[in-house]
């Protein structure tokens, strides 16, 4: 069974940074896709980013292309998300994800098997 667990969720004015992080456990995760995604009250769930774990692929959805990374530190099984220059649109709760994919864009539309529980990002104006 995998578990995802979410932190680094906040308040942030416009133009802020946050960076979130993804504690990963109960498998090995080099054949991995791991990702971000977020929903916004209202709104359905969207794609965020994503990379592959046991490569230097990633993935982005344009409106956060430029502006936030996606990493990943082996060692410890933690998946980060960078988020730079924040908008309020940027405002969702954010749910860290893993899935077996052959890349990260392959992620976007796929049934993801496993999620966090989300971390709440609220960027005021």
């Known amino acids: 069974q995998v578990q995802l667990v979410e932190s680094g969720g906040g308040l942030v004015q416009a133009g802020g940074s946050l960076r979130l992080s993804c504690a990963a456990s109960g498998r090995a995760f080099s054949t991995y896709t791991m990702g971000w995604f977020r929903q916004a009250p209202g709104k359905e769930r969207e794609f965020v980013a994503a990379?592959?774990?046991?490569?230097?692929?990633?993935d982005f959805a344009d409106s956060v292309k430029g502006r936030f990374t996606i990493s990943r530190d082996n060692a410890k099984n933690m998946v980060y998300l960078q988020m730079n220059s924040l908008k309020p649109e940027d405002t969702a709760v954010y749910y860290c994800?893993?899935?077996?994919?052959?890349?990260?864009?392959?992620?976007?539309?796929?049934?993801?098997?496993?999620w966090g529980q989300g971390t709440q990002v609220t960027v005021s104006s």
């Open positions: 990379l592959l774990w046991g490569g230097p692929f990633t």
């Open positions: 994800a893993a899935g077996i994919y052959g890349s990260p864009e392959a992620m976007k539309g796929s049934a993801v098997p496993y």
